[in-house]
């Protein structure tokens, strides 16, 4: 028995088993910066056709320099991101490795999330006052490539889940937008979905709103280059102050949860909709309790809540800070006290759950 204020005995095994959890966490930690560079000058894809590669050619291909390249490389292969074969000294992508990093429209897509992961490091110091004071730190005032990861990670979700399973699942939606919609969707950033339910809904008009001026802007010249005219346009406005009262869908795509006022967001989509009409919310998956959330998702989750999603919703007004694992239960809470009555679980991932809330 350990005397009292004695440091228990430590069990060798269950060190070293932490301390291989420890080194692997390492490795992606530093790894996180090298997918980040990889996707920034396009390192990925000059590797995306699988055809074996020195690292000179892929320098060659990239426009940069042949020593940074090779020992990236090396990183990667020691990682098993890319392959290597040592009696050619050549690297190449696997389909599925090409698939995940090289070809930014699949589903599996994840450079993007890391770009956005890297991004909080620019922010540590400014998030430890936050530890320290309690205050906030605004979307806004997080690092460029915050805004630009996170379109990119979460586009690819969107595209194979949103025109294919999320919108057939709410109730009439789809069959509206085919025969001409009024849409808002809040929370936009740099407007992926918007896009996306434009491109399929000729016959429906779209309007992205975002509190973030700088998102908006790229929003518009992302519409521009989707040749969409004027079915979508972008607007700056918060949750609690887009304007109109007529629209037959709403949708909030990962956002309610870092808004400092959501239940004030939610009555102000209850006043915009139609009577009829439906607010769809897109949420991280997660459960109502703490330790139905402690896994590999879970641990994503916090860890992006903790850095940037609880700090959002604690520099505004209210400052509710559901934070990114929320959970079912409390989102509901949220939608009622806004005024909804009918609110359902109405699809569902294994990184979303997609609620419908109606007028």
């Not at 490795?27 to 990889?38: R, T």
């Not at 390192?43 to 320098?59: D, F, I, N």
């Not at 915050?146 to 586009?155: I, M, N, Q, S, V």
């Not at 973030?212 to 790229?218: D, F, T, Y």
Request: hydrophobic share 40%; with cysteine.
């Amino acid at each position: 028995m350990a005397t009292s204020g004695a440091q228990p005995a430590l069990d060798e095994a269950k060190l070293n088993e932490f301390m291989n959890k420890a080194v692997g966490d390492m490795g992606a930690a530093m790894n996180a910066s090298l997918i980040a560079v990889g996707e920034q000058l396009g390192l990925y894809k000059a590797m995306g056709s699988g055809e074996p590669m020195t690292s000179g050619e892929v320098a060659k291909k990239t426009g940069t320099a042949e020593r940074y390249v090779r020992e990236w490389l090396n990183a990667q292969a020691a990682g098993g991101y890319v392959n290597y074969d040592p009696a050619e000294g050549k690297y190449w992508l696997s389909p599925e490795q090409a698939f995940a990093l090289a070809q930014d429209n699949s589903p599996a897509y994840i450079p993007g999330f890391f770009l956005a992961a890297v991004s909080v490091a620019h922010d540590v110091e400014r998030l430890m006052e936050g530890f320290r004071s309690g205050e906030g730190v605004g979307w806004h005032e997080h690092h460029h490539w915050l805004f630009e990861g996170t379109e990119k990670f979460f586009r690819p979700g969107y595209n194979a889940n949103l025109l294919s399973a999320w919108i057939p699942a709410l109730d009439g939606v789809e069959e509206k937008l085919k025969k001409g919609a009024k849409v808002a969707d809040v929370g936009c950033g740099h407007g992926a979905s918007t896009i996306i339910m434009a491109r399929a809904f000729p016959n429906s008009q779209f309007t992205g709103f975002d509190y973030h001026s700088g998102s908006i802007e790229r929003a518009r010249t992302l519409a521009e280059q989707a040749s969409l005219g004027n079915r979508v346009v972008f607007e700056v406005a918060s949750a609690k102050a887009y304007p109109g009262n007529d629209y037959d869908l709403v949708t909030f795509f990962d956002c309610l949860h870092d808004m400092g006022d959501p239940v004030g967001a939610a009555r102000h989509v209850f006043r915009s909709l139609k009577p009829g009409g439906s607010w769809m919310i897109v949420e991280p998956r997660a459960e109502d309790n703490v330790e139905g959330n402690l896994h590999p998702i879970g641990r994503i989750f916090y860890a992006a809540s903790t850095m940037i999603c609880t700090p959002a919703s604690l520099s505004q007004e209210v400052g509710l800070a559901l934070g990114a694992q929320a959970g079912e239960k409390k989102i509901g809470e949220v939608v009622r006290s806004g005024g909804f009555v009918n609110f359902r679980r109405a699809a569902e991932t294994p990184f979303n759950l997609v609620f419908e809330a109606k007028r």
